[in-house]
Every structure is written in structure tokens, then in C-alpha cells.
């Protein structure tokens, strides 16, 4: 994970275009067919749907919401400009949504259309592949992210590996329930680690006389009618540790999450069943 592993300040968030993308678009639209033939049932299609980003509009028969995955908030010119024509060529009213989770939703949007919709986003790099459902979401970031003055170091080459860890990762498909995360370069915390399932607050360490960039890990925050303050899970991980960390947790909360009680599964619950020094002891052991 060095500095410049994978991510260009100056290029596209990712590959443009997205070859897995294109191939899910033509897979959502063979799954449209099979669906119709009565070859797929209700249920089945709609977890499948929401693994793609696209959710259904209450009291509307095959009209969607869709929404794409902005990792960290960053975009280059050619993918905002083709957001805008997504929003003019499949949505009700011409425009899209911007999310308090670095997303971009279009409203009313036909379902056979939507295939064509995923299609024209993975020409540009942009995905809405696990947007919804029981995963990683959308990884969140600092808005100042590479031109905060108070920030500790750039996080933004870090977010961008663990995106691309994560995206379509088989670790992370059928979580117990929804799990996100989100990256802060200074103190400010301006991506509020501590509302957030996983953390990650930029930090430097003087080991053997040279400094070393890590992060403070922050783990079972979260809002909703019963708030949670993430706990501390370490002071300090190092940067090259911070990938196996979050799937540590990960595999914790995939093995102990609540699967019977959706109003309880999120991470923030276990976390307060097990209690802090048992969850981290677990966490650390995964890791190890």
C-alpha cells in the first residue's frame, strides 16, 4: 500500500471502463428474462437486484432507485459528465440524488432500463455493484481529502485499495447486515469515524527513529433510532495492516452478527453484546 499504489490524483477513481461492470450489466439483463420466464423467484431477484444497487420504489411494479458508488467522494470530469446523462436519459425528472454517503441516486428509472444504465456507468469506471444490500457500502471520505492543511497525510490512495479489496470481495456478500465505513486525514475527523461500522483515522508513528503511517481504527459506530460511539479498537495500525484489520472484523461480525433480528444485526450491537475488550481480543486473534 504505498502512497502512489493505484490511485492517480489527477485520473479516473477507477478503471475506466469497468470490465466486471459491463459484464454485471449484461448479467442483470439476463436475469430480467429469466425473471419474466417465472425461472427466477420474487425474493431471488430482489437480492440480487440489491446486490447491484438498485432497489425498488414502493407501490411502483418495476420501477427502481439506483445508486452508484462514489469511493471517497471523488470524481473525475468524464464520470460526472456521465452522470449527468444517465440522469437526463433514465430518470423521471432529469436529475439525481447526492447522498450524506458520497452516493448518487436516480429515482424512477425502468427496470429493463436499468441494465443500459449499469452498462454506460462501467464505460466511465463507476459501479453500483453492492450500493445496497448486506456489505461493504460505499466507502466514505474527508471532502478535504488531498488539500486539507490540517491532515496528517493524503488517505485517499488507502481508501482506494480498500475499495478495491472489498468491491465484490466473497468475504463480504452476505453479511448479517449492512457494513460501513469511512476515512478521516487529520484530527478534525471531518468523516465521522466514530458514527461509521469501521474507521480509519490517519496517524504517524516514530518507530526505530523513522515516522510511519498508520491509522487509529475505530469499530461499531453507527446512528439510527439507537445510536452507538464506535469504540477504539487500536491507537495504532499500521498502514499496511489496515486491509487484514477490516477483514478481521469483518469475519467477526459475518461468524457472531445477530441474522434473526434485522433491527439488531449491525455491527454496533454486537460489539455491545460482546463487550469491547472481548470483541477486540477476537478481532486481533482473526488478524494474527
Given at each position: 500500500m504505498r502512497a502512489d499504489d493505484g490511485y492517480d490524483p489527477e485520473g479516473p477513481v477507477l478503471p475506466a471502463p469497468d470490465e466486471e461492470a459491463l459484464a454485471e450489466a449484461e448479467r442483470f439483463a439476463r436475469q430480467i428474462e429469466r425473471r419474466d420466464r417465472g425461472e427466477v423467484d420474487e425474493e431471488a431477484f430482489r437480492r440480487f437486484r440489491l446486490q447491484n444497487g438498485?432497489?425498488?420504489i414502493r407501490g411502483q411494479a418495476d420501477v427502481q432507485m439506483v445508486?452508484?458508488?462514489?469511493p471517497f467522494g471523488v470524481l473525475s470530469a468524464a464520470q460526472a459528465e456521465r452522470l449527468a446523462e444517465v440522469a437526463r436519459t433514465f430518470t423521471r425528472h432529469g436529475a439525481g440524488h447526492l447522498t450524506t454517503r458520497q452516493c448518487i441516486q436516480f429515482h424512477w428509472v425502468p427496470l429493463r432500463q436499468v441494465p443500459d444504465l449499469i452498462r454506460r456507468l462501467g464505460e466511465v469506471g463507476l459501479t453500483t455493484r453492492e450500493a445496497c444490500g448486506n456489505t461493504v457500502r460505499n466507502v466514505t471520505a474527508?471532502?478535504?481529502a488531498g488539500v486539507a492543511p490540517d491532515e496528517v497525510f493524503d488517505i485517499r490512495p488507502y481508501a482506494a485499495a480498500y475499495v478495491r479489496h472489498f468491491l465484490r470481495n466473497p468475504a463480504n456478500q452476505c453479511l448479517p447486515r449492512k457494513f460501513k465505513t469511512a476515512f478521516s486525514g487529520s484530527d478534525a475527523d471531518r468523516a465521522a469515524c466514530a458514527m461509521h461500522d469501521f474507521g480509519a483515522l490517519a496517524t504517524v508513528r516514530?518507530?526505530?527513529?523513522?515516522p510511519v503511517r498508520g491509522f487509529r481504527v475505530f469499530v461499531g459506530g453507527g446512528l439510527g433510532s439507537l445510536p452507538r460511539a464506535a469504540i477504539l479498537l487500536e491507537e495504532f495500525t499500521p498502514a499496511d495492516q489496515l486491509i487484514v484489520t477490516a477483514e478481521a472484523v469483518l469475519r467477526v461480525f459475518d461468524r457472531?452478527?445477530?441474522?434473526?433480528?434485522?433491527h439488531r444485526a449491525r455491527l454496533k450491537f454486537l460489539v455491545e453484546s460482546l463487550g469491547a475488550e472481548r470483541f477486540r481480543e477476537l478481532v486481533l486473534r482473526e488478524r494474527k
Open positions: 438498485v432497489y425498488g445508486r452508484v458508488k462514489i474527508d471532502p478535504l516514530v518507530v526505530n527513529g523513522r457472531l452478527g445477530n441474522r434473526a433480528d434485522p
